[in-house]
Structure formats: structure tokens, C-alpha cells
């Protein structure tokens, strides 16, 4: 059931929100980079050459069984991934192309909360129809971006280097792309998530060459898995993808205990950045991979 309040209870909420956040964890990121391999089934990922994604997972926080939307679909579980909200509530129905006439998603985004509080924001993107997301006036840099994986990294390596963005979004289609041509778990699969890899390690050796490394969180995520050569069924193999949180010393490494959503990923982004969540939303921080200032404290909102 949702609920709707009058301005002054939501400021209020969003206030209750901010302590609860502030008392989360010690030390805010400065920088937070969400990077989607479409079509990333884990256990493909698991068994591939992708010695960046391992090192991400063991150095930070990490789970194989994170849980996208129903249905399992490009677009709609982007529009979660980045909105924190289930599709009923993003509005979000359609997966074919990018309709103008269509507008964007109807909630808040994650891009759009960070611009309020004066923050910088970016995406990269395979897919053009991931304009959805980005409501006018809240990505200072939306990109469509040819070559996939990359292609997306190379030019969000080379804008992080000279810009530095608060918030960033890295789209990499390659793996979509060879599960429908050749099916999830083929070797042309595989090798397109070897790719996706080298594509993570583009802009992790950019942060990591930058003065701003030890003030920079990256998510790696991805919009659903597939099986045979589809997806946007409820099949675990669709549902089931990875969620791998990394920044020394403001991330605690190991194993995510709590069960996590696509939703959680835009709650958790803006909490590493010190920002609250929009109570509307659906999905909440993943509290556990903070590292706390005193004892950890429950994530409200
Ligand atoms: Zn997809
Ligand atoms: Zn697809």
C-alpha cells in the first residue's frame, strides 16, 4: 500500500533518514561508479577469466545471488537498479527501444537526488533506451556509447580522469548480446563477460591512477542473468545476478549476509555518498557493507 504526506512530514522523514544514515558508517565516498553487465549471470561470470570482478569481490563486499525484477528485462530492471522502486511504481513497462514520447521514469532517480544535494552525475550507455532514466537536468553527461563494454568504459575512464563525477553509471551490453546470439553459459558468452572485465579493469586502473581512489566506491551489477537464449522470466537463472561493492576502507569486505534486490543498489550508491535514500522507495541501503563508525545501525527509511 502506498502511502502519500502532506511536504512537512516528508522533510521530516527525509531528516529522520539523513540521522540514520549519518550514523550509518564513518567515512562518505566521494565517488561512486555503478557499472551493469547486461545479461551478467554470475555462476558465467564465476567460471570466466575475470580476474578484475574477483579481485572487486574479494577486496570489498560481495553476493552471487542478488535478485533483479520481475520481469527480468533490460530496461525495466535498469529503471529499479537506478530508482530504487519496483516496476509498478517506475512506470517503466516497455523493453524494445527508446520512445521519446514515453518521458522517463516517474520517480525519483538516483542521478536525481545526488544533482539536489549538488553533486555531479554521468552514464555511459550500449542501449539507448536507457535515456528513460535520465530526467532532464539531473545526468550532466548522458552518453550513448558505440563498442560496447569497451567502447562505455573507455569514455567513462577517460570523463572520470578529467572530470571526477560524484555519481557515474557504466552501461556494457556484451554479454546480452551473446547469450540471444549463441545462449547464457555458451563460451561466446563467456568470452563476452571476459570482455566486460577488461572493460572493469579500464576504470578501475583510472581510479586507481587518480588521487581520488581511496574515496571511491564501484558496484558491480548487472539488469538480469538468461537462459537458453533469453530472459524476463521469473527462472532463477534469469532473476539471480551480481552484486559486488568494493572501496578500501569505507567498504567492509566478505560476503553480503542480507538478501539484496536490484532496488537496493541506487539506496546503497547514495548512502556511500552520504545522502539519504528517498523514503518512497522500494528498495534500502545494504547496511551490512558499511564500514561503521561505532556499532552498525539498522538502515531506516
Ligand atoms: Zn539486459
Ligand atoms: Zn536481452
Known amino acids: 500500500m502506498r502511502r502519500s504526506y502532506c511536504v ?9 533518514a539523513l540521522l540514520v544514515v549519518s550514523s550509518l558508517w564513518a567515512m562518505p565516498a566521494k565517488h561512486v561508479i555503478i557499472i551493469s553487465l547486461d545479461g551478467g549471470r554470475p555462476d558465467v561470470i564465476l567460471t570466466s577469466d575475470t580476474m578484475y570482478i574477483h579481485k572487486l569481490a574479494a577486496e570489498g563486499a560481495y553476493t552471487w545471488w542478488a535478485q533483479t525484477v520481475d520481469p527480468s528485462i533490460t530496461l525495466v530492471s535498469h529503471s529499479s537498479m537506478l530508482t530504487g522502486c519496483l ?13 521519446p514520447e514515453a518521458g522517463y521514469v516517474k520517480t525519483t532517480t538516483c542521478f536525481e537526488l545526488a544533482k539536489a544535494a549538488g553533486l555531479s552525475t554521468a552514464m555511459f550507455s550500449n542501449k539507448a533506451k536507457l535515456r528513460h532514466i535520465a530526467k ?18 573507455t569514455a567513462a575512464a577517460e570523463y572520470w580522469t578529467l572530470n571526477k563525477p560524484s555519481l557515474m553509471f557504466v552501461h556494457h551490453g556484451d554479454p546480452d548480446a551473446a547469450g540471444h546470439t549463441f545462449g547464457w553459459g555458451s563460451r561466446e558468452h563467456h568470452l563476452a563477460l571476459e ?23 564501484i558496484i558491480v551489477t548487472a539488469d538480469h542473468g538468461g ?6 522470466s ?9 552484486w559486488v561493492c568494493w572501496g578500501p576502507g569505507m567498504i567492509r569486505p566478505g560476503q553480503v549476509e542480507a538478501p ?10 547514495l548512502v556511500a555518498l552520504g545522502l539519504a535514500p528517498d523514503p518512497d522507495w522500494d528498495g534500502k541501503p545494504v547496511a551490512e557493507v558499511f564500514v561503521p563508525e561505532e556499532a552498525p545501525v539498522a538502515a531506516g527509511g
Open 8 to 16: 512537512p512530514v516528508r522533510v521530516l522523514m527525509v531528516a529522520l
Open 87 to 99: 516496476p509498478a511504481k517506475h512506470g517503466i513497462t516497455w523493453n524494445d527501444t527508446f520512445r
Open 136 to 153: 532532464p537536468g539531473t545526468v550532466d553527461h548522458y552518453e550513448d556509447v558505440a563498442g560496447g563494454a569497451i567502447g562505455s568504459s
Open 195 to 217: 570482455t566486460c572485465d577488461r572493460a572493469v579493469g579500464i576504470l578501475l586502473n583510472a581510479v586507481l591512477a587518480s588521487d581520488a581512489a581511496s574515496q571511491t566506491v
Open 227 to 232: 537462459h537458453l537464449t533469453t530472459h524476463g
Open 234 to 242: 521469473t527462472d532463477p537463472r534469469d532473476m539471480t545476478i551480481p
Open 260 to 269: 539484496v534486490s536490484t532496488c537496493d543498489t541506487a539506496a546503497t550508491a
